[in-house]
């Protein structure tokens, strides 16, 4: 027996507004949302399917302190509907940014930056939806 990655947990500032882009992103949907008095403070977002399938959830936790350094553990991303430049452009129109992490410039893959410094990178191979 083995386990599987079922969700991730990425801790954020304002989790409506990472989870608006990353739903952009993976093509995901809201499918929990934990408030306390009128304040978001988890949404979880998932494949149309949701939780349980062959792709992890992205839990959005609230947490007030500001991101003081680079991730230790990113998200790799791969088009699956255009080519590796065009989804670059795609990405940041819809928020993302270039990110610095020492790259060379060489790499066949960009280093971005969700709306709040979290790095992730887009790779070159295009993959078929699942």
């Given amino acids: 027996m083995a386990c599987r990655i079922s969700e991730f947990v990425l801790e954020c500032r304002d989790p409506e507004a990472l989870a608006r882009f990353w739903c952009e992103v993976l093509d995901f949907v809201i499918l929990e949302r934990e408030e306390d008095g009128g304040t978001v403070e988890a949404i979880e977002i998932g494949p149309r399917e949701g939780f349980g399938g062959p792709q992890p959830t ?26 590796q430049d065009a989804e670059l452009e795609r990405l940041l129109a819809i928020g993302a940014r270039h990110a610095d992490v020492g790259q060379t410039g060489q790499e066949p893959w960009y280093v971005l930056a969700d709306p709040e410094g979290n790095e992730f990178c887009l790779l070159r191979t295009r993959l078929d939806p699942l």
């Fill in 58 to 83: 992205i839990v959005l936790s609230r947490n007030d302190d500001p991101k003081t350094h680079q991730l230790r553990l990113h998200f790799d991303v791969n088009a699956t509907d255009r080519d």
